[in-house]
DNA sequence: CTAGATAATGAACAATTGTTGACTAAGATT
DNA sequence: AATCTTAGTCAACAATTGTTCATTATCTAG
């Protein structure tokens, strides 16, 4: 292992540590410096404020070789994005070894384990979050997450009368909103509270909605 | 309904027109020569490529003008953004004059109007999406339709296991997630149509969420 | 209509950006 | 270990950015 500025955190714990499949070990050490260094950076400025030219600067390499990986600043950030958008599809894929044939259970499975990864890089989805920057984070993740649940809910979804791409996207977004909120509230809540409360969005449907088949509660 | 076939139309009619409340007549004029340019120059480049000496070029404006008041481009697209947004809030309070006191009646009259307003601007939003560039439009849009929601429905859902906010989250994300499917698709259905299906993933459960309480209806 | 206010202009300015080419250093492959 | 390949460096470049300032044009208030 090379030399390390003492400055910060020795190993920058925020990052997903993906995307290290690139053979040279050159273009690996310069990756991860800019990212780390963006991460730094991003603690300190909003990520508008932040040049490619202090970039480097910091991260003590050649302007040219940012240039060389990235087409700007958001390229930089979208793989950065991107790192941990892979863990979160290893996450999601995992829970399906052990599930049974219950939907619910299907459904639920992948939602902690959604709350579950962001909850592990909280720093990271606070930082990226609420520096505005978002290079369509939201998007890039509703994306995979609607492919993922689009996968398997149009299976169980056995209503004739429900557009399966439009409640892929209901659906998706649905947890993304919850999960905005959880953030921006600070993580005050556990992975498993999160995923019981998508439960209970799903189970329990808001008074008044129930008009048609409401009957006397005992 | 926005004609869509010409290339250029005369009066730009993709802009919302709001935020004409700057008293001085010479802002309104820069600001809505800014607007249309932008609009225009997004339908040729991607918004990352348009740089702002070519935007006050192609508006025969000083480029110290564009300085004045905004600063940077995606300010000026974040201010075209809320002209729109202006919009939605107006159309989405209008409609709770005539609603009764059903729950689920105001829920879907709030969503019909939403749907109503994006499909009223459907070049723009069309547009915005497409072009990446979004600066946080999800987030913001959804900021409104969550607090317009929330301050109806945190009233009625009695259930006490269900986490307001959350919640709040969860519902307007879903339904910005439709209008995403919506707008990618190219808006092959009606404002009533998207209405009806946000009705039907409320009022119905996708098969195995009613687990618990499944037992022979009667 | 006049006077004060201020938006718009035009010109400078340092700084950053994005790109190029020649050169050096490091890693991959046999 | 030799060598082919390519990443990293360095310097230079035009272009764009963001800012300032004096001057002119236009608006609003009275």
Partial sequence: MPHFSKKLSPSNSILPEVSQHAGDRRIRRSKKALKETLIALMREHDF?????TELVRRADLNRGTFYKHYRDMEGL??????????????????P???????????LTASGVKIFEHVHR????YT???????????????CEVIK?????????????PRINHSLYAGYQAY??????LEWI???????PEYMANQLLEYIRNRPAGTDIIHRSSPR
């Fill in 174 to 179: 649905a947890i993304w909103g919850m999960i």
């Fill in 48 to 52: 508008k404020e932040i040049s490619i």
């Fill in 121 to 124: 890089h909280a720093a990271f």
């Fill in 184 to 190: 921006k509230g600070g993580f005050v809540h556990s």
């Fill in 77 to 94: 950030l979208a793989e950065t994005v991107e790192d941990a958008i892979s863990d979160l599809i290893f996450s999601y894929r995992e």
């Fill in 96 to 106: 399906y070894q052990h599930t049974d044939s219950l939907d619910l259970r299907k």
């Fill in 147 to 159: 492919d993922l649940s689009l996968h398997d809910l149009e299976l169980e979804t056995l209503n």
């Fill in 127 to 141: 930082l990226v979050v609420e520096s505005q920057a978002l290079p369509g984070l939201s998007d890039r993740i």
